[in-house]
């Protein structure tokens, strides 16, 4: 069985490339969202409406070689978030893509501006980071939906202070009711709901993303009576940690928050998940965020033995600074979900640095990484300086042997 997975652009017959119209034209049965099916409602064909994988590969598996070829009809250009990338690979059957125009493409032509030099934020199904990607990069292009509407992420950017950048937004393009709007963020707040719309936002005071140093003062946080980590052993703790910009991250005994939030600046385009069971410390945690103005991060409140496993998500990168006596559930829940997950932990007590080794020692495929940090802070007595020494922290890092670390996740489709 032949299938052609067809991109058909902004969704206007119109706009089909001349090589999707004949691979179409070829194939008695087209397969595809309804949306995607209906400008082919009286072709005759067999119309088959799901843009579900499993479903798909069924119905390709119940055909006969001579009942194709068969189209799977996708929205917008095969590359481009797409469901294509889910079916280059139907059991059974000779898939060849065919490109279509996106919706970047299209509504770069419409507003008479390049795309090369924009970055792409999806906000359609995923959880992406629009402030930070606004104010890092001079132009962003910006694919919505569900409740993340043009009018959600304006008073996303409004909050954050960036109502004044240019907005652009475009409605049902390529469509006979198409509407394109431009104006600031802070002019369409108020807008009602668009079910397909897109955004091109321009900030001409954007400035580079630079890695920040690590170990922010302790002063610049919220505190409480829970423990916090001090400034010396986030810079030493989080530098071996090391994410990615894009990362998913664990902050497990995150407390009030002080490497939560030195997290979540690290990764701008990634996110945070911080873990807290004591109730204090959940209220100083979610105030440091709001503080920080932190877009990127989950709160998960709970003992992590009992709440990591059931989170539908995949951790690159997990640090770990309590565990309540559950070290042993917790790193087998985050090797589950990713095998290649690097780990940080930090310990003042020997039982912990005991725990972690003898794991690690039943786990030989890992590398298991132990530094001892001791540090004092001067105090004021007169006009001396008194040297008063900090409890010593043992910094722990875990990686594979065979060097597989880091961002193991599929890339999850808007």
């Not at 119209?21 to 067999?46: H, N, Q, T, Y």
């Not at 994410?243 to 690290?266: F, H, R």
């Not at 780990?343 to 020692?361: G, K, R």
Request: proline share 4%; charged share 20%.
């Amino acid at each position: 069985m032949h299938v052609y997975i067809i991109g058909t652009g902004p969704g206007n017959p119109a706009l089909l490339t001349g090589q999707a119209k004949e691979a179409i034209k070829a194939s008695p049965i087209l397969v595809g969202d309804k949306r995607m099916l209906a400008p082919f409602a009286a072709s005759g064909k067999r119309l088959v409406a799901t843009y579900r994988r499993d479903e798909i590969c069924r119905f390709a598996a119940s055909l006969s070689d001579d009942e194709g070829p068969m189209a799977v009809l996708v929205s917008g250009d095969v590359g481009f978030f797409s469901l294509a990338a889910l079916l280059t690979d139907i059991p059974g059957c000779t898939v060849t893509r065919l490109a279509g125009i996106s919706s970047l493409v299209y509504f770069a032509a419409a507003l008479q501006t390049t795309w090369n030099d924009a970055f792409i934020v999806s906000r359609h199904g995923r959880r992406e980071s629009l402030v930070a990607a606004v104010r890092q990069h001079r132009k962003v292009f910006v694919l919505t939906g569900g409740s993340d509407a043009p009018a959600a992420l304006c008073r996303e950017l409004c909050q954050a202070g960036l109502d004044t950048v240019s907005v652009a937004i475009g409605c049902n393009l390529s469509y006979d009711n198409e509407t394109i709007l431009i104006g600031t963020a802070a002019d369409f707040v108020d807008r009602p709901d668009d079910a397909l719309a897109v955004m091109m936002i321009e900030n001409e005071k954007a400035r580079p993303w630079l890695r920040p140093i690590h170990g922010l003062p302790d002063e610049a946080f919220q505190r409480g009576k829970a423990p916090m980590t001090k400034q010396e052993i986030r810079s030493v703790a989080l530098s071996k940690l090391a994410p990615e910009a894009d990362a998913v991250v664990c902050d497990i005994g995150a407390g009030t928050g002080s490497c939560t939030i030195e997290l979540a600046l690290q990764v701008p385009f990634g996110y945070v998940y911080a873990f807290e069971v004591n109730e204090e410390a959940l209220t100083v945690l979610q105030q440091n965020i709001s503080h920080f103005d932190l877009a990127n991060v989950t709160v998960v409140a709970g003992d992590a033995s009992q709440t990591l496993k059931a989170l539908d998500m995949v951790p690159d990168y997990a640090f770990i600074g309590g565990t309540k006596g559950n070290l042993v559930t917790i790193l087998d829940d985050l090797y589950h979900k990713n095998e290649a997950c690097r780990i940080v932990m930090t310990a003042i007590s020997l039982e912990t640095l005991a725990a972690a080794t003898a794991y690690y020692a039943s786990h030989s495929e890992y590398q298991l990484d132990i530094t001892q940090v001791s540090t004092a802070r001067s105090r004021q007595m007169g006009q001396h300086h008194l040297m008063i020494a900090q409890n010593p922290v043992y910094i722990m890092t875990a990686v594979r042997r065979d060097g597989r670390e880091g961002p193991m996740r599929e890339e999850p489709l808007s």
